[in-house]
Nanobody, 122 residues
Framework: QAQLVESGGGSVQSGGSLRLSCAASGHTYSSYYMGWFRQGSGKEREGVARIDRYGNTRYADSVKGRFTISRDNAKNTVYLEMNSLKPEDTAVYYC????????????????WGRGIQVTVSS
């Protein structure tokens, strides 16, 4: 069955870095797009970064220049390198996949991981 399993979350101080991983199984990795959304406490889910099957990427303005999405096809894994983290980045991060996928339309995403907490302290 299709699965997306996140790992690598945790707590860091402002300015620190974390690397999130998303291991895909089943047919999930063959989706045209994979990426990450996040949802802070009491906030709407928002798109963070997207990568297509050919490696083309797109980022939310709020993370551009700080976050990097990549994929390792041999491991069926997508990564999110997060640098220069800010308290505003604190959220549950969700790995996601789908063939119709934009950072503005979380309701259109086909597959979701369970989410992983990232906490950035001041």
């Amino acid at each position: 069955q299709a699965q997306l399993v996140e790992s690598g979350g945790g707590s860091v101080q402002s300015g620190g870095s974390l690397r999130l991983s998303c291991a895909a199984s089943g047919h999930t990795y063959s989706s045209y797009y994979m990426g990450w959304f996040r949802q802070g406490s009491g906030k709407e889910r928002e798109g963070v970064a997207r990568i297509d099957r050919y490696g083309n990427t797109r980022y939310a303005d709020s993370v551009k220049g700080r976050f990097t999405i990549s994929r390792d096809n041999a491991k069926n894994t997508v990564y999110l390198e997060m640098n220069s983290l800010k308290p505003e980045d604190t959220a549950v991060y969700y790995c996601s996949a789908g063939d119709a996928y934009t950072l503005l339309t979380p309701d259109l995403v086909g597959y979701w991981g369970r989410g992983i907490q990232v906490t950035v302290s001041s």
